[in-house]
């Protein structure tokens, strides 16, 4: 752990002499009125949200001994001078997101405006830096980058901020785009031994906190500092360095437009249309999934790198949601799998803490978290159950209840042997056909041309 030290602290000083060379260094205090210029005054803050704040956490001498770890505060304008120095300022954890929210709990389904997209980098030194700088600015197209506003030093690696010059508005269909650019564009940032020292891609949710600047880093006693690198963005131009277009976020698509009148759902879908339209709950349902998907994910522990650590945890926690097993019952699993989480080797080690952290996740939002955000967040490839997390038994008798019905339905019986006789017109007999006709033919052309799969080409050739 010594080494790690030493380079950690090693890289944190040829990253500030590169930076302070090339740029100009921002105090937190004038940082974050930059990003967030619209919070409310203290004697504004009602129960009118049209103004949405920033909300940071910080941990509190008060709370030393104790099982609380940080706590919640507002943002205020004309208070945020003696805020910064009493509640920021050298604290050695505080944690704030690029997010405005509304009222007073900066989770997600709060959120109201996207002041800021932030991308984590960990683990660069001075080569993954000068990397870095040859991408910024530079035109659209393979690995370039859009210039950021900011580039914050963490301890032991960089936080790149993209301001906007107008905040974004939070609808729930924008969210869920912002969360694919996000994933878009920290996969073009983030490469191993070019612009970082660490293996594993870690991709972060768009209401992610991180270490607010003029804080300390606690695990190194690293000051974290910022510096201005560009101007303000547009949607427009983080847009364009986008791989996949679909990825890209159109803000005029603010909900998912439904295929159905309000008449058909309520026709097409009665539970639901008396759930929602009726009784006005906008709770998604939860589906009762039993203890086994939990199960599962805990024996996947073997397959966790050193960067998805405490992300394996959290979505142990979120199965946990799930599959209706307590809190206590998962918090006492998580202390059993930390001795093994910790042995991976990473440039930062697993604490304590990220188990209460990654706890904050025990909680009704988290129902329908999706396969494709688990297996981003973890690395873990998750194979997908077209059996519903039934015993195959009972899901071939299912299977076959519907293929009687179906053929009742036809006059036919499974029985009836109806099918084409083999060796007539069958697949087999089409693929040895075309091949005799067409020798040169690719399986891919084969496939095309016969209306088959390349599998079934591959099958018979």
């Not at 943002?75 to 910064?84: G, I, Q, R």
């Not at 009665?270 to 009762?288: A, I, L, S």
């Amino acid at each position: 752990m010594a080494n790690n030290i030493i380079d950690v602290k090693r890289n944190y000083r040829e990253v500030e002499d590169l930076l302070s060379f090339h740029y100009k260094e921002i105090e937190g205090e004038e940082f974050y009125r930059y990003i967030f210029p619209n919070n409310q005054n203290e004697g504004e803050y009602s129960g009118d949200y049209s103004k949405p704040n920033a909300i940071y956490l910080y941990e509190d001498e008060r709370d030393k001994g104790t099982e609380r770890r940080l706590r919640r505060r507002i943002m205020l304008n004309d208070t945020w001078e003696e805020d910064y120095r009493k509640f920021v300022k050298d604290n050695p954890m505080t944690l704030c997101s690029g997010l405005a929210y509304r009222g007073m709990v900066n989770r997600l389904e709060y959120s109201q405006q996207m002041n800021s997209l932030v991308f984590d980098l960990d683990s660069v030194g001075k080569d993954e830096l000068l990397t870095l700088f040859l991408r910024i600015g530079k035109e659209p197209g393979l690995r370039r980058l859009p210039q950021p506003t900011f580039i914050v030093m963490s301890g032991t690696g960089l936080h790149i901020y993209y301001v906007f010059e107008e905040p974004i508005d939070l609808f729930p269909n924008i969210k869920l785009q912002l969360k694919k650019l996000k994933y878009d564009l920290t996969f073009k940032i983030w490469e191993y031994k070019a612009t970082s020292q660490e293996k594993q891609i870690q991709y972060q949710s768009i209401n992610q906190g991180f270490r607010m600047v003029g804080s300390k880093n606690d695990k190194y006693g690293l000051s974290v500092k910022a510096f201005k690198t560009g101007d303000r963005v547009t949607l427009d131009y983080i847009n364009a360095y986008v791989d996949e277009k679909e990825n890209q976020v159109d803000i005029k698509r603010r909900f998912r437009p439904s295929q159905y009148t309000k008449e058909e759902a309520k026709e097409k879908f009665p539970e639901w249309y008396q759930r929602v339209v009726v009784e006005k709950n906008r709770n998604q349902k939860k589906w009762d999934i039993k203890r086994d998907l939990y199960d599962w994910w805990l024996r996947q522990s073997h397959k966790v790198k050193g960067g998805h650590r405490y992300f394996y945890l959290m979505c142990m926690v979120i199965y946990a949601v799930k599959c209706n097993i307590p809190k206590k019952e998962v918090e006492a699993d998580m202390y059993d799998k930390f001795d093994e989480l910790s042995r991976i080797e990473h440039s930062n080690p697993l604490e304590e803490e990220d188990i209460k952290s990654a706890l904050e996740t025990y909680d009704r939002q988290y129902y329908n978290f999706t396969i494709n955000d688990i297996e981003k967040l973890t690395d873990i490839r998750i194979d997908r159950n077209k059996r519903n997390y039934q015993k195959q038994k009972d899901h071939l008798e299912e299977a076959r209840m519907i293929r009687d019905l179906r053929m009742k339905r036809q006059g036919r019986k499974w029985t009836d042997n109806n099918g084409r006789p083999k060796g007539s017109g069958t697949k087999e007999d089409l693929v040895k056909k075309y091949v005799s006709e067409n020798p040169d033919h690719t399986p891919t052309e084969i496939a095309r041309n016969l209306g088959i799969s390349r599998t079934t080409v591959y099958k018979y050739l």
